[in-house]
C-alpha cells in the first residue's frame, strides 16, 4: 500500500491521524466515519472517528477526526497534530486556522478547482486538490441546494495518501447507503481521485 512509504517519509509512525474540515451540511462527519471503515478494510485494525461539536447550523465551520493504526487504539480526543488535513471548503482555508499542527511533510487535501501552488500554502508540507464541489454537481450529489463533496474527497485523500484504495471506499459505501446512492457516491470518489493535482513537499 502506498501509504507505506509516504509514512516512512515522515518517521514511520504506526499511528495516522486525519483532521477534516468542512462546513455544517458538507459531511464531513460522515466521510471521518467512512474513511475509518475503509481504512479497516485496507488492514488497520485501530480506527476511531470523532465528531467536533460546536455551532451546528447549516454553513456553520465543523471538524472531525480520524485515526488509524495497525494496533488497538485508545484514544478518541480530537486530533490537534494531523499528519493529513482534508479541507471540504476552500473558503475555510481563509477564515480557519486549517493547517494548525500539521505535522512537517504531511498532506493537506483541498476541495478547490485551482492547482496547488496556487493555494498559496508555504509550509513544508504536501498539497493536493481536485473540485470536488463540480465533481458533485456532475454526479448529482446534491442535498437542499448543497453539493455534497465528502465522498468525493475520499477520493482525493486516497490519491495522495495511499492509506485506503478506491476498492475500499466501494465496500464501505455500498455497505452504508442503497445501491444507487452508493454507486453515485463512489462514481464521485472515482473521478475526484482521477482529478487529483499534486505538489509534493516542499
Keep these: 500500500m502506498r501509504a507505506m512509504s509516504f509514512f516512512a517519509d515522515m518517521g514511520g509512525n504506526d499511528l495516522y491521524e486525519i483532521r477534516w474540515h468542512g462546513r455544517g451540511g458538507q459531511g464531513a462527519i460522515t466521510s471521518a466515519q467512512c474513511l475509518a471503515q475503509a481504512a479497516y478494510l485496507a488492514g488497520f485494525r485501530g480506527v476511531t472517528s470523532a465528531p467536533s461539536f460546536g455551532a451546528e447550523r447549516r454553513g456553520a465551520p465543523v471538524t472531525a477526526s480520524t485515526r488509524l493504526s495497525h494496533e488497538p487504539i485508545r484514544m478518541f480526543s480530537q486530533v490537534e497534530y494531523p499528519d493529513v488535513v482534508v479541507v471540504l471548503d476552500e473558503t475555510l482555508l481563509e477564515c480557519a486556522d486549517t493547517s494548525a499542527g500539521l505535522k512537517e511533510g504531511g498532506w493537506i487535501v483541498v476541495n478547490s478547482p485551482r492547482e496547488p501552488d496556487a493555494l498559496a500554502l508555504k509550509a513544508p508540507f504536501a498539497v493536493a486538490t481536485a473540485d470536488a464541489t463540480a465533481i458533485a454537481r ?23 495518501t495511499g492509506l485506503v484504495e478506491l476498492e475500499h471506499i466501494r465496500a464501505t459505501l455500498a455497505a452504508n447507503f442503497p445501491v444507487n446512492v452508493a454507486e453515485k457516491n463512489f462514481e464521485a470518489a472515482r473521478l475526484a481521485y482521477e482529478g487529483t493535482k499534486q505538489r509534493t513537499r516542499r
Excluded: K, P, Q, S
Aim: aromatic share 0%; hydrophobic share 60%; proline share 0%.
Design 138 to 160: 456532475e454526479v448529482g450529489l446534491i442535498v437542499a441546494g448543497t453539493e455534497m463533496v465528502n465522498t468525493a474527497m475520499l477520493g482525493v485523500l486516497a490519491r495522495a
